[in-house]
């Protein structure tokens, strides 16, 4: 992640934070642990062509969407949360896409696969942005950007049969989620903060 980014902006001192605003805190850190976790899972079952693949998948496409929907949507109105649910339903499906590019070996779909990451990580973060004004759209993009680049790690590293450098790879994704939700719940404490103060 580059120096100038700072994942902590804007934050407080946990000692100050109330109880609701951590519950914000730890809701969104879960939700996108929740993400990558089973999204590793969906790419091993992929991948090994395992039985669980449905149950996984169900979990990854169906309940998480719904769950990231209606943290949301305390936050922010039906539209806006439709929106941030198309979006966070486009960059699970850009994974899988990856999945099977890296499965199938296709250079090319790969390559597509990728791309199509990237301009959804752009799309959300200049949407968050667009929606609240504590969201910086470079910082968003840069983590998501982050979490992208070390995805693509973790398929090769899977892919190549290097399961020691995987789990090593995929350590830092669950690390680049936990700032991924820090973020944005800090972007949503801050706007409460300041919509208690007009």
Known sequence: ????????????GIENYTYEEVNILKNFIILWLDFVYLTRSLIHSTLGNLPEQTAIGNQLFIKLPKDFFNEFRKYFNDDESQEFLNIITNLISDNWKLTNAYK???????????????????RL???????????????????????????????????????????????????EAIRIGT????GIIAMRRGNNED
Do not use: C, W
């Open 1 to 12: 992640m580059p120096d100038h980014i700072n994942i902590e902006a804007p934050t407080f």
């Open 104 to 122: 199938n070996n296709d250079a090319l779909s790969i390559e597509i696969s990728k791309a199509d990451l990237y301009e959804t990580a752009d």
């Open 125 to 175: 973060a200049e949407f968050l942005a667009s929606i609240n004004s504590y969201y910086d759209k470079e910082e968003m993009k840069a983590l998501l950007d982050r979490y992208i680049e070390l995805k693509n790690e973790e398929l090769k590293a899977l892919t190549n049969g290097n399961y020691e450098l995987e789990t090593q790879v995929f350590e830092k994704i669950a690390q």
């Open 183 to 186: 973020y944005m719940a800090t």
